[in-house]
Each structure stands twice: as C-alpha cells, then as structure tokens.
C-alpha cells in the first residue's frame, strides 16, 4: 500500500458519515484478469464506506462502446437507485470528456466517458434532468497517467455522490443535448421482408433481434430467415421447449424484443450469426432475396429530457 496520506489506502478518506445513495453498479471491458475491477471497489468503499458495490458486468469486449451501451440499456431499469458508472473508454486520455448525468431530479446519476455509452439507458429512464463535466480535480485521485479514469476520476466522483456530494461542485454544468448521443439501430420493412440487426449474442446463443414483436403479428406463425445468402424457417414460439432438436424459432425474449432460440442449443452457433449481421424476415412462403449488406439504418438517442417526462420517470430501478 501507499503511504500517500491523501490516497484512500493511506486513510486520507472522509470520515464515515450518512450516505445519500448506498448503490453504486459498475460496468467495464475491465475483466477479471488483473486488479482493476477490485481497485475500483476499494476506491468506492474507501472514500464512502458503508456502499454497495454491484457488478453490472466486466466482461463487455474491450473497447465496444456501441455492447456496452446496449448491455447498459439493457439492465438501467432494473438497477438500485444510486449511481451507475460504465467504464468503457477507448479514448481515455485523448481529451474527451468525463461526465456525470442526472436523472430522476437527482435521485440516481449516471457517470461515463463522453462517448455515447450512456444515452441509450438515460433515454431509458425518461432522460437528463442535468449534466455536469467533471473537471473539478479535487474529487479525483491523484493520478500518474490519464488512462485509468474508472479508478482516478469515475470511482471517486460516484464516491462523492453518495456522501450527498451536489453534483455542481463535481464539475461545469453542461447542456445534455451536448453530449454525444448513442446510436441504435432501427428495422425496416421493404418489399422482400422486415429488415433487422443483430443486437445481441447472449452466453446461451440466442440472437437478439431490433425487432419489436408486434411487427411479427399476423395470421401466419412461420416466417422465413434470409441472411448471408441462406435461407432459413423459423416459427414463432412462446418457449424453448416448444421447439424440436436442430431447429430455430422467434421468440419474445427477457428484454421485450425478438431473438432467435433453440431449445439447449445455440442459435448463434447453428444460424452463424454474430452481432451486427442483417436478417430477413418474411411470412414462410416467400422468396427473400439475400441481404446486400446494408444495415438498418440508425436512431440517435438524444440525452435531453423525453416529452412529458416527469421527475419520477427518471428514477433508476424505479
């Protein structure tokens, strides 16, 4: 250990006091093959003792900004209240802005890189009601190089949080609208089919669709698969179970959207679709041409407040 008195293991921490928010989730390309992900829970606990560490996931690929913000999306409104820190950052070090976002009027925040890896999960939870750069060095670590921001500026930031910390005195107030959206993609209808993306690949092998179910209603249950030059059928299933050995259906997933399953098997690996692959749909029956490589096109996810929202929209794990 150190013996910096202003370092956390040094004891140069606050004293124990009160905390506003007792839940701080992570989410990182960190891993778990060298010491990062624990140094950034002994900063936390450290400078806010008496916290909840949660471990959203580490194991996003490093450097995939576009995962990490689906993974984020994907689980925001299940998370306690408190603050969300996704530690994503290819271009730490390179000037790009750290920030920390309000939702809710303050009753969780989410601390990011500037990178588009938080606006998917604050559109999520009805959008910013506030924004600020963290540019104010007193709340950080003292740091030997920009590239560990997690451990140097967003652990101790969301330390400050929960010890009641205004998030004015973490840095200069920013317009929302300013940072840099994240893009998802959207699925179209053509004439040969509904066109769709690859989303997702779950440890199970099932393929996660940007497809609302409700465009696959209709008299029909089985539909056609067109992707790589293959064709496939598939019909739409409420389980697992439903399905025979070797075959692939639609099914609602955990999430709200279509993915493709097998029952014990992997989709991914029997289909050979990975995230970002194009896939046709059509009624069985059809004739699809295949993809000609281009995707679907994309929606910008803005960071600003959503129409109509409310305080309470905006509350984390609400």
Same mark, same amino acid.
Request: aromatic share 4%.
């Given at each position: 250990?150190?013996?910096?008195?202003?370092?956390?293991?040094?004891?140069?921490?606050?004293?124990?006091?009160?905390?506003?928010?007792?839940?701080?989730?992570?989410? %990182?390309?960190? $891993?778990? &093959?060298?010491?990062? @992900?624990?140094?950034?829970? #002994?900063?936390?606990?450290?400078? /806010? +003792? *008496?916290?909840?560490?949660?471990?959203?996931?580490?194991?996003?690929?490093?450097?995939?900004?576009?995962?990490?913000?689906?993974?984020?999306?994907?689980?925001?409104?299940?998370?306690?209240?408190?603050?969300?820190?996704?530690?994503?950052?290819?271009?730490?070090?390179?000037?790009?802005?750290?920030?920390?976002?309000?939702?809710?009027?303050?009753?969780?925040?989410?601390?990011?890189?500037?990178?588009?890896?938080?606006?998917?999960?604050? %559109?999520?939870? $009805?959008? &910013?009601?506030?924004? @600020?750069?963290?540019?104010? #060095?007193?709340?950080?670590?003292? /740091? +030997? *190089?920009?590239?560990?921001?997690?451990?140097?500026?967003?652990?101790?930031?969301?330390?400050?949080?929960?010890?009641?910390?205004?998030?004015?005195?973490?840095?200069?107030?920013?317009?929302?609208?300013?940072?840099?959206?994240?893009?998802?993609?959207?699925?179209?209808?053509?004439?040969?089919?509904?066109?769709?993306?690859?989303?997702?690949?779950?440890?199970?092998?099932?393929?996660?669709?940007?497809?609302?179910?409700?465009?696959?209603?209709?008299?029909?249950?089985?539909?056609?698969?067109?992707?790589?030059?293959?064709?496939?059928?598939?019909?739409?299933?409420?389980?697992?179970?439903?399905?025979?050995?070797?075959?692939?259906?639609?099914?609602?997933?955990?999430?709200?959207?279509?993915?493709?399953?097998?029952?014990?098997?992997?989709?991914?690996?029997?289909?050979?679709?990975?995230?970002?692959?194009?896939?046709?749909?059509?009624?069985?029956?059809?004739?699809?041409?295949?993809?000609?490589?281009?995707?679907?096109?994309?929606?910008?996810?803005?960071?600003?407040?959503?129409?109509?929202?409310?305080?309470?929209?905006?509350?984390?794990?609400?």
């Amino acid at each position: 250990m150190g013996d910096d008195a202003s370092s956390p293991a040094a004891g140069g921490v606050p004293e124990a006091q009160p905390l506003v928010h007792r839940h701080v989730s992570l989410l %990182s390309d960190y $891993g778990h &093959a060298d010491e990062s @992900v624990g140094v950034v829970h #002994s900063v936390i606990k450290a400078l /806010a +003792p *008496g916290v909840d560490v949660i471990d959203i996931t580490h194991g996003i690929a490093p450097y995939d900004v576009r995962g990490a913000a689906l993974a984020l999306a994907r689980s925001v409104q299940y998370m306690c209240p408190g603050v969300v820190v996704a530690m994503v950052d290819p271009g730490a070090g390179s000037g790009r802005r750290a920030v920390a976002v309000e939702v809710g009027g303050g009753s969780s925040f989410l601390l990011g890189p500037d990178n588009g890896i938080l606006a998917p999960a604050v %559109s999520m939870v $009805g959008g &910013a009601t506030a924004a @600020v750069e963290l540019d104010n #060095s007193e709340h950080h670590l003292e /740091a +030997p *190089g920009p590239a560990f921001s997690g451990r140097d500026v967003f652990a101790p930031v969301a330390a400050s949080l929960c010890r009641g910390v205004p998030l004015a005195e973490l840095g200069s107030s920013i317009d929302p609208v300013s940072l840099l959206p994240g893009t998802l993609p959207l699925s179209r209808t053509e004439p040969d089919g509904i066109h769709t993306e690859v989303l997702w690949v779950d440890r199970f092998g099932n393929v996660q669709l940007n497809l609302d179910p409700e465009e696959l209603d209709g008299p029909g249950t089985r539909f056609e698969l067109g992707f790589a030059g293959q064709r496939l059928l598939a019909e739409r299933v409420s389980s697992f179970g439903a399905l025979s050995t070797g075959a692939v259906g639609l099914m609602v997933d955990s999430h709200g959207l279509v993915s493709l399953v097998a029952d014990r098997a992997s989709a991914s690996e029997q289909t050979g679709l990975v995230e970002g692959d194009e896939v046709v749909i059509s009624a069985a029956g059809e004739s699809p041409p295949a993809p000609d490589g281009d995707g679907p096109p994309a929606i910008a996810v803005e960071l600003g407040p959503r129409p109509g929202a409310t305080g309470d929209e905006g509350q984390v794990g609400r």
